[in-house]
Each structure stands twice: as C-alpha cells, then as structure tokens.
C-alpha cells in the first residue's frame, strides 16, 4: 500500500515513531512524508535518505508562508534535487485562518516555478473558510461557519491559478485530501491533477465527497492519511497513522462496489507513476 501524504514527524509519533517505520517495512507500506515548512522539509528529506520504504517531499504549507527567508529558496531548490524527493508540496491555499490568496499566490507560484525546474509533481493543499460536509478540517466541526460569508473558494482561486498557465508547463500534481465539488473535480482532472482521498471519506458527513469517489475515473485517484490527522473511522477520535491507509482503501472498494484489491492496486499504480517512485 502506499499512503501519498503523512506526516509521521510529528511530535504525536515522538513515542514510537521507530516502531512505526520498522512495521511498515515488514508490511511492505510505503509513503510521502510530506514537508510543511523548511526545516520541515529538511527534516523528511533526512527520514526519507534513512528508509528505502519513505519518500519525501519539499514545500511549505500556505499557513507558514509568512516565516519564508529569500535565502530559503535556495535551501528549497537544494532539497528538492535530492533523488528521495518525490514532490513539490504540501503548497497552496489556506483562507480557513487568517491567510488570503493575494498574499499566498505569489508564494504558490514560486513553487510551481520550482516543480517546473526541478520536474517534480505537486502535492496540493487546498482549504476554503465554508462550510462543507467534505471540509479537510482536522477539528471536525470548528468548519461550520455561514456559506457566503467568506467569498474566497480556495479551490476556484487554483482552479484559476492552474489554468493560467500554458498546458505543457503546468506540472502533474494531486489535490490531497480533495474537498470540492464534482464539478471541481473534473476540472482539476482535466488540468492533469488526481484527486486524493483521505479518512474523511468515512465521516458520516462526507455523503457528497463519496459521490465523487464513486464517479471519477479510477486512473485519477490516489489515497492518503494525512496522518496524525483525519482518523478514518473505525478510529474517529484516536491519532492516525500510515497503515490506517487501509480503511480508506476500504471505503472507495465500498463506495464502487469493487474489491478492496482493485482499488489498492489502482492507487498504488496512480502513486507510482505521479511520484515516479521505485
Ligand atoms: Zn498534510
């Protein structure tokens, strides 16, 4: 299996972090540990150099934008070189905080210059202040605020920031834990993205989210956990890790009437050839 986006250097993993990652190997579980800010990024690079079944990739999360350094940049495009490095990510945009798009744009956009650069595929963080049963919201509920009070759709803003630029120089990327619409959906995968999957495909209000899982092409999925975040049930409430990638695996088998082999074997494929791993 692989989980396309973890976060397994997180201070929730400080107890048992080892014990994590030699499982894993036994099990053959592979996946991304995605950095969120430079020393971040440092970091997984350093964890993914360490273990044949980890990958990294480089990137600083629109919330931390602000603590970037001209000089980080060239910290970024050094890392980003490294051969364990998979992607460019997690970048993108944030309004469910503080954070506006004309402040992270041009942020966003450096970063796309830098996956140009360097080829490397984009793993995409987007998060909208509204209120949605599909929210990528790690605290469940604190998301439901009035629709319409906040115009700013985080999703339209890349929507158009990914059309801008000529199809040829737009580099492959996924949508992590995708938090759309259909129709956005569709967009995307028509701009070359794939949409993935995270355990908020089964919260009990996330019926619109299954409808996409249901309806989009195979070809254009992965999974995730983005652990220790978004637990998929069975364990809602308790810290998520790598190989809880299952549940969500499970739940898209579910969802399409397949079996949980033809999805896992669909995602992995989808994984390998956006990430060029091997
Ligand atoms: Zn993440």
Not at 43 to 51: I, P
Not at 102 to 112: G, K, N, S, Y
Not at 131 to 151: E, K, N, R
Request: hydrophobic share 40%; proline share 5%; net charge negative.
């Amino acid at each position: 299996m692989i989980d396309s986006h973890a976060h397994i250097l997180a201070q929730q993993f400080d107890s048992d972090r080892e014990a994590l990652i030699s499982s894993a190997k036994k099990s053959g579980l592979v996946w991304i540990e995605v950095g969120t800010d430079v020393l971040g990024s440092k970091h997984a690079v350093a964890l993914a150099e360490q273990h044949a079944n980890i990958f990294s990739s480089v990137g600083v999360h629109p919330d931390d934008i602000a603590n970037i350094q001209e000089d980080d940049w060239n910290t970024l495009e050094g890392l980003a070189g490294n051969k364990k490095v998979c992607a460019i990510g997690e970048i993108g945009f944030d309004t469910y905080r503080d954070g506006t798009i004309a402040e992270q744009e041009p942020v966003l956009r450096r970063f796309i210059n830098l996956a140009q650069k360097t080829n490397k595929p984009v793993i995409f963080h987007v998060r909208s202040k509204s209120a949605s049963g599909a929210s990528a919201s790690s605290t469940p509920g604190v998301g439901a605020l009035t629709p319409g009070v906040f115009p700013a759709d985080a999703h339209a803003e890349l929507l158009r920031v990914l059309a801008s630029y000529p199809t040829s120089e737009l580099p492959p990327g996924v949508i992590h834990t995708f938090s759309g619409t259909q129709e956005q959906a569709e967009q995307y995968i028509s701009l070359g993205m794939m949409i993935s999957f995270s355990g908020v495909i089964t919260f009990k209000n996330a019926g619109e989210l299954r409808e996409i899982a249901k309806n989009i092409p195979l070809e254009s999925m992965v999974v995730e956990t983005d652990c220790p975040f978004l637990t998929p049930e069975p364990f809602r409430g308790k810290r998520n890790e790598p190989s809880f990638v299952r549940y969500v695996i499970a739940r898209i088998a579910e969802i399409r009437g397949v079996s949980f082999e033809e999805i896992e074997q669909a995602t992995h494929q989808n994984a390998k050839k956006l990430f060029a791993l091997d």
